[in-house]
DNA sequence: CTTTAATGTCATAAATCGATCATGATCTGT
DNA sequence: ACAGATCATGATCGATTTATGACATTAAAG
């Protein structure tokens, strides 16, 4: 799973090692700062996909580092979370109006600010959100239709997409040459069984092309399967 | 910019009244009803731009509603708030991990559920929300209807200024021509699918006049993305 | 009313894909 | 080691999909 990058500016020391753990347990890449200024540097050197944002920090305020990071260019679309000890609607109007996507109130569950980063995740980035298959060093982002080998982007045809796509969707499964035409191909395709063969050459050739061990697994007289642990 | 469709799903006539007013006032189209079964007809008819669900409202639950909008391809990706008078932390994060992109609790003020929703179509339909769009070195001015590419003006047509600005709104996402033909005609036009191809190269020879790499990808057998980063 | 711009459709060219076959390699059981 | 079966691979040619230019129609502007 690519790991989603956070940025949590909070002068808590506690609070944030708190939130800190319960992301990293999630599976994000968290990186943490007190300062405002300081928060604002690494943004851009490394742009977020989400920051969570203490209102009342040391420096600039949450507010002015919201609104900076919304005009700045690489960073105008990351989502930011507000977090406040503030209750008052006021506030909460004023957080919403300046551009933060969210806002939760402290002292909040870890377990809910999980659940809003979810949800603003997955709108913005459905790559983040469960919306791709990911196996060994490869990734599948179905929305874009963009397929990733160790980082590094690989082309496939349609039918080699489809292909992956599905043995993505269940990795390790052997499926016979029948199975897979009915489920890449469609059931009622009167094509020629051998094909597969074909096809899975081509995907093997695509995923390998930049170096890598293949990962797609030749059961004689079964099928093919997805499996990165080759050693029978 | 044409008024954002509302819908509000509430039982209780003096509550969606109420909001309803508040938004009308703010210039949203507001269509309400009491009923999750009839929600989700008029949903699948006329798409709206944002729901407001009740959580506790006759036949099926607000939950429910929510998961089945969320299930149909036209709805999917609508924004939906959840209104609730439960305020317990496992209902909120209930809500929000079965597709709620936020939650209020009433009793809210409508001032502050009025922020929401902007908060909310700001970061999911920002075009809806008055704002400008930008991608790459693009950038959509969508109360002007200008556009500008490295700086330098774009000139374009209605129909291609709609069909950009509805890429904009979900960059990366690579949309059939189907799609594409119900977000930008709207769903009951009857147009040729291959139409489609012929905006695309419109707005392709428009966007590229002044030089740059086409930002619009060709996803073959599946339609068409915006995409700075080619290198598939 | 004339002129201009916009739009949808079609025909055709260009690009890409994909099914199949032929051949050589590899495996399996004996 | 051998025969038969199974799989890998490269090439090919037709099929599918997309790009493009032209045109007729309609709507908008002057």
Redesign the pocket.
Same mark, same amino acid.
């Given at each position: 799973m690519a790991a989603a990058k956070m940025m949590i500016v909070e002068d808590d020391a506690a609070l944030s090692e708190l939130i800190q753990w319960h992301f990293e347990r999630e599976g994000f890449d968290v990186r943490v700062t007190p300062d405002g200024e300081e928060a604002l540097l690494l943004a851009a050197e490394e742009t977020p996909d989400i920051v969570l944002l203490d209102w009342m920090i040391e420096g600039l305020s949450g507010l002015e580092v919201c609104r900076r990071l919304r005009r700045t260019a690489p960073t105008a679309n990351v989502p930011v979370i507000m977090l406040t000890a503030r209750g008052e609607e006021e506030d909460r109007i004023r957080g919403l109006e300046t551009g933060a996507d969210d806002y939760v109130t402290k002292p909040f569950s870890p377990r809910e600010l999980v659940a809003r980063v979810a949800a603003v995740l997955r709108r913005i980035r459905p790559a983040l959100a469960g919306e791709s298959l990911y196996y060994a060093d490869i990734e599948m982002d179905t929305v874009a239709h963009k397929v990733k080998r160790d980082g590094k982007p690989i082309?496939l045809?349609?039918?080699?997409f489809r292909l992956l796509r599905h043995l993505l969707e269940h990795p390790g499964w052997v499926f016979s040459?029948e199975r897979l035409l009915d489920a890449v191909?469609g059931h009622d395709? !009167?094509?020629?069984v =051998?094909?597969v !063969?074909?096809?899975? =050459?081509?995907l093997?050739?695509a995923i390998n092309a930049h170096g890598g061990t293949d990962i797609i697994r030749?059961?004689?007289?079964?099928?093919?399967a997805l499996d990165a642990d080759r050693r029978l």
């Open positions: 082309a045809g349609p039918t080699e040459r191909w395709s !009167d094509i020629e =051998r094909t !063969d074909v096809h899975i =050459r081509r093997r050739q030749t059961v004689r007289s079964a099928g093919y």
